[in-house]
């Protein structure tokens, strides 16, 4: 049996043996059953772990995360078996497991290990016509990726050049036995449709479609990595840098690019940053109506990950939840720890030469803005509202509410690491505290 399997993975054997250790997903299916029987042999002992998902959405859940089990023992492999809580949100039950399942995956990768998925080549057909309805560009229409980095890992896909037919043949030559999964047959499934409804009549028609159609999903692989090389090159023209929150881009060099490398930057910038590449009408939202906007506007366009906003002839990319405004809120603060602060920033002193000046007995406590407030910045002179000072500043307008302004025994001593207040700057050569606000 062992020999029989071996041609199956022969060009990823060497690749397979330096990886410091293999999973292969094995949820009990004829697929992943063939890829599990593959692998076995070809790895010493202690270097390859069965992974298997119970999902909990079939009521034969349970049996066949018994029958992984027993089929795991006769072999002598590992069995990892994690059961997940699927809640479907705006995409669909399919999606919320499929992120279940990969989030396990994520978990158990290290550095330098390989989770191997038994997807071929009709998955792969299936997936880029599935993406083709759905109007997906070249990066999508460019199917699954042989291996991809996930998590501390990587993802890789053995099978992907094999069609259904050879591995179903293999299979049943070899006498192994698999689970059916009965919602594989209802073609109210968009994939399942494609599947048995669609596909059998483009085979009648173009007997080779499986071919054809994975050239094409070659073809827009190569065409998304020429786009990505030209949306990197971009993105180092135009002066990245790190903001308190995200990052910012030159707005003037965005500007002068065309509308096709000012989409394809974007996409970059966020595919580079780990955010989720959002859909055409927010690529389009951040060209036609953030970039036109005028300035007291507070131009933002929002998407799944984050949001853009436009800044002092800057475009920045905010990743996260949206930060609250804060008043009201009084923090008491030891100075000797890193304060947790709204928005997810954080406050922290570090003792050195010159900075806030502290004495013995000094109380701290940070507060934020309610409107109104005046300070007097070291060395300025006189009272000025915090809004001009602010504003003087260039600090970004989403983010004033959100500036911890640090008391000292009830007067205001500093605002963020922006300023410190009159009167409680230590002298250049003097010990005192750098504040600072990430």
């Known amino acids: 049996m062992d020999g029989d399997c ?10 397979l043996r330096a990886a410091r250790h293999c999973f292969v997903a094995y949820s009990g299916g004829l697929d992943s059953t063939l890829l599990l029987h593959a692998l076995h042999p070809q790895l010493p002992p202690g270097r390859l772990t069965a992974v298997h998902v119970n999902h909990g959405l079939s009521p034969h859940a349970d049996r066949w995360q018994a029958h992984c089990a027993a089929r795991c023992a006769a072999l002598g492999v590992p069995l990892v078996a994690e059961r997940v809580v699927v809640s479907p949100a705006g995409e669909g039950l ?118 054809r159609v994975a050239r094409s999903a070659l073809h ?3 065409a998304d990595e020429l786009a990505r090389q030209v949306g990197r090159e971009d993105l180092a023209a135009l002066g990245e840098r790190p903001e308190r929150r995200g990052f910012s881009l030159c707005l003037a060099g965005f500007t002068r690019l065309t509308a096709e490398r000012q989409g394809n930057l974007l996409r970059v910038w966020l595919d580079e940053r780990g955010l989720p590449v959002p859909g055409h009408g927010t690529v389009r939202g951040v060209i ?15 998407f799944g990950g984050g949001r853009f906003r436009r800044h002092r002839r800057r475009l920045y990319l905010e990743p996260g ?3 609250t405004a804060a008043p009201g809120v009084i923090l008491p603060w030891d100075i000797r720890h890193r304060l947790p602060l709204p928005g997810g920033f954080t406050l922290e002193a570090v003792p050195g030469v010159g900075g806030l000046r502290v004495a013995p007995g000094d109380r701290f406590e940070v507060r934020f803005r309610r ?7 070291a060395g300025r002179g006189g009272s000025h509202p915090l809004k001009k000072v602010l504003q003087e500043q260039g ?3 989403w983010l004033r509410d ?25 002298p250049p050569d003097a010990p005192g505290l750098a504040l600072r606000w990430r």
């Open 321 to 323: 939840e949206p930060s």
């Open 94 to 211: 399919e999606q919320a497991a499929r992120a279940a399942r990969y989030r396990v995956f994520e978990a158990l990768l290290g550095a330098g290990d390989l989770l191997l998925l038994a997807h071929h080549r009709d998955d792969q057909v299936e997936t880029v016509l599935y993406r083709l309805l759905r109007g997906s560009g070249p990066r999508g229409l460019a199917g699954m990726p042989a291996s991809r980095p996930l998590g501390a890992g990587t993802l890789a896909r053995p099978f992907l050049t094999l069609d259904r037919a050879t591995l179903d043949a293999r299979a049943r030559a070899l006498g192994l036995d698999w689970i059916e999964d009965e919602s594989n047959t209802r073609v109210d499934a968009d994939r399942n449709y494609l599947r048995h409804e669609l596909l059998p009549r483009v085979a009648a028609r173009w007997p080779a479609y499986r071919a």
């Open 220 to 222: 827009c692989a190569e």
């Open 402 to 426: 959100l500036v911890p302004l640090v008391f000292c025994n009830g007067e205001l001593a500093a605002v963020g690491d922006l300023f410190l207040c009159e009167g409680f700057a230590a």
């Open 395 to 397: 600090l970004e307008p």
């Open 288 to 302: 036609a109506e953030l970039l036109p906007a005028r300035d007291d506007a507070a131009p933002l366009v929002e």
């Open 371 to 377: 409107g109104g407030e005046r300070c007097r910045p």
């Open 6 to 15: 071996a041609d199956l993975l022969a060009p990823w054997l060497p690749r």
